[in-house]
């Protein structure tokens, strides 16, 4: 198991009342997704604690509407959470999936904004991940509302303990397909409803007879998935994919069927994928000995993965393959394979470095005969402004380099 990851989920309850917001607003509601604009830093009591990355994403915490501030949730160096701010400017909805419309339809519905709710689960599209389920909620929701707009009526209240069981018992399939938060918040509303329905709060002794799930625990491991969720984002939003795939996982270990955090799984799993389909691709460049196609696609991938610690070797390699390709510096092995001078040697390989690379990049050393690169320095001299006996000695550089390929094979740099 992840050994920085715990530490953190032991440290946090701090946040588990924001983590489960019970207003729900237009504009960036807490609980909702949104996304930098632009690169921005992010605060906490006036102390930048990290530059978050165009495109990032966060859950919002809470809404500051004097300072035009959002407040999410990010994990520091010491692994303690913390509420870092971002202007409201900086930030745009993210576009939601389904699983967060469906969430924010059951806090709707805590919140006792039925007609809302509806709307937000009929948007939901039946071919989705959460289509399912949005039915499944929306058509024990009309039943719950049916029944309770006849429940203060004589004779009603068996009717409606048919429909608050039909309720209670999806609860305890959402509790139990890994949905700890979702089952929390349906529980709620389904309680609100139901005190809506009664005008005033049922007894204790009324609501014991229905399913009930375990809400603390459920609460509480909610509570630990939704911050591995923004641990993962972090890592995400940082391209720290190997650290995004641990935290993803281990909050999936606790909330197995959380959806928002199935789908974040899933693209850092694709995009791991098209990192690895990139190294593969860039060994084969490499075999082929193209190293520069080889290092430029490395480059794109280090940017992706920058913690990627294979990445980043293998960038260094390539470099230090590509010199040694294109321009091998003068060496024993150099000097021996073409019996040239090494200090003519040397100035011949400086001028070629200087002058020839200028305009354009030039093919590895072996593919050119000593007399094919002759021909080209000699065509080349003009554009190069070459005088007295430089094109000699960037030519007798150019054989000795092609001899000792020739002879002593590719330099090796791994
Ligand atoms: C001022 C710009 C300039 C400089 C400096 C220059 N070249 Fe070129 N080079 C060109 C251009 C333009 C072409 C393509 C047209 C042609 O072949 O004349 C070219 C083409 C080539 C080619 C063939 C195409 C290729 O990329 O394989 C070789 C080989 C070459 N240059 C070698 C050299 C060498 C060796 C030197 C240094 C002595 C050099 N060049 C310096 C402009 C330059």
Same mark, same amino acid.
Request: charged residues 30%; proline residues 5%.
């Given at each position: 198991?992840?050994?920085?990851?715990?530490?953190?989920?032991?440290?946090?309850?701090? =946040?588990?009342? =924001?983590?489960?917001?019970?207003?729900?607003?237009?504009?960036?509601?807490?609980g909702?997704?949104?996304? /930098?604009?632009?690169?921005?830093?992010l605060?906490?009591?006036?102390?930048v604690?990290?530059?978050? @990355?165009?495109?990032?994403?966060?859950?919002v915490?809470?809404?500051?509407? &004097?300072?035009?501030?959002?407040?999410?949730?990010?994990?520091?160096?010491?692994?303690q /959470?913390?509420?870092?701010?971002i202007?409201?400017?900086?930030?745009?909805?993210?576009?939601?999936?389904?699983?967060?419309?469906?969430?924010l339809?059951?806090?709707?519905?805590?919140?006792?904004?039925?007609?809302?709710?509806?709307?937000?689960?009929d948007?939901?599209?039946?071919?989705?991940?959460?289509?399912?389920?949005?039915?499944? *909620?929306?058509?024990?929701?009309?039943?719950?509302?049916?029944?309770?707009?006849?429940?203060?009526?004589?004779?009603?209240?068996?009717?409606?303990?048919?429909?608050?069981?039909?309720?209670?018992?999806?609860?305890?399939?959402?509790?139990?397909?890994?949905?700890?938060?979702?089952?929390?918040?349906?529980?709620?509303?389904?309680?609100? /409803?139901?005190?809506?329905?009664?005008?005033?709060?049922?007894?204790?002794?009324?609501?014991?007879?229905?399913?009930?799930?375990?809400?603390?625990?459920?609460?509480?491991?909610?509570?630990?998935?939704?911050?591995?969720?923004?641990?993962?984002?972090?890592?995400?939003?940082?391209?720290?994919?190997?650290?995004?795939?641990?935290?993803?996982?281990?909050?999936?270990?606790?909330?197995?069927?959380?959806?928002?955090?199935?789908?974040?799984?899933s693209?850092?799993?694709?995009?791991?994928?098209?990192?690895?389909?990139?190294?593969?691709?860039?060994?084969?460049?490499?075999?082929?000995?193209?190293?520069?196609?080889?290092?430029? *696609? @490395?480059?794109?991938?280090?940017?992706l993965?920058?913690?990627?610690?294979?990445?980043?070797?293998?960038?260094?390699?390539?470099?230090?393959?590509?010199?040694?390709?294109?321009?091998?510096?003068?060496?024993d092995r150099?000097?021996?394979?073409?019996?040239?001078?090494?200090?003519?040697? &040397?100035?011949?390989?400086?001028?070629?470095?200087?002058?020839?690379?200028?305009?354009?990049?030039?093919?590895?050393?072996?593919?050119?005969?000593?007399?094919?690169?002759?021909?080209?320095?000699?065509?080349?001299?003009?554009?190069?402004?070459?005088?007295?006996?430089?094109? @000699?000695?960037?030519?007798?550089?150019?054989?000795?380099a092609?001899?000792?390929?020739?002879?002593?094979?590719?330099?090796?740099?791994?």
């Amino acid at each position: 198991m992840n050994t920085h990851f715990t530490p953190l989920l032991k440290t946090l309850p701090i =946040l588990a009342t =924001l983590l489960f917001p019970s207003v729900v607003r237009a504009e960036f509601a807490p609980g909702e997704v949104v996304r /930098l604009r632009r690169e921005e830093p992010l605060k906490f009591k006036g102390k930048v604690y990290q530059t978050g @990355t165009r495109g990032q994403e966060f859950t919002v915490l809470k809404v500051n509407e &004097t300072e035009h501030a959002a407040y999410v949730p990010f994990v520091t160096e010491d692994r303690q /959470l913390i509420a870092v701010t971002i202007p409201e400017a900086a930030l745009e909805k993210s576009p939601r999936i389904a699983w967060e419309d469906l969430v924010l339809a059951a806090e709707m519905l805590r919140a006792g904004k039925v007609e809302e709710a509806s709307k937000t689960l009929d948007k939901i599209k039946p071919e989705t991940a959460s289509g399912d389920l949005a039915r499944r *909620i929306r058509t024990e929701l009309n039943k719950l509302v049916t029944a309770g707009r006849d429940a203060r009526k004589p004779g009603a209240l068996p009717a409606y303990s048919e429909a608050f069981t039909r309720w209670k018992n999806m609860v305890k399939e959402v509790a139990n397909d890994g949905c700890y938060g979702l089952a929390v918040v349906l529980d709620e509303a389904g309680e609100a /409803l139901t005190a809506r329905a009664f005008g005033t709060k049922p007894p204790e002794a009324y609501l014991k007879q229905f399913p009930s799930i375990d809400k603390a625990d459920l609460r509480t491991k909610a509570t630990k998935s939704t911050l591995g969720l923004a641990l993962a984002r972090q890592f995400y939003g940082l391209s720290k994919l190997t650290e995004a795939t641990q935290a993803v996982d281990e909050a999936l270990l606790i909330e197995p069927g959380r959806g928002d955090l199935k789908i974040l799984a899933s693209r850092i799993r694709e995009e791991g994928d098209e990192v690895g389909k990139k190294i593969s691709m860039v060994q084969q460049l490499r075999t082929a000995r193209d190293f520069s196609r080889a290092l430029d *696609i @490395t480059s794109r991938a280090v940017k992706l993965a920058p913690s990627n610690t294979e990445l980043a070797a293998l960038k260094d390699t390539l470099a230090k393959e590509l010199e040694g390709a294109i321009t091998p510096a003068p060496d024993d092995r150099m000097v021996s394979a073409s019996g040239a001078d090494i200090k003519r040697l &040397t100035e011949g390989w400086e001028l070629y470095k200087s002058r020839c690379f200028e305009c354009h990049d030039l093919d590895n050393v072996e593919k050119r005969t000593a007399d094919g690169w002759a021909g080209y320095v000699r065509k080349m001299a003009g554009k190069a402004k070459l005088k007295g006996n430089q094109e @000699t000695l960037i030519s007798e550089y150019l054989a000795a380099a092609r001899s000792d390929f020739s002879k002593n094979g590719p330099r090796k740099f791994d």
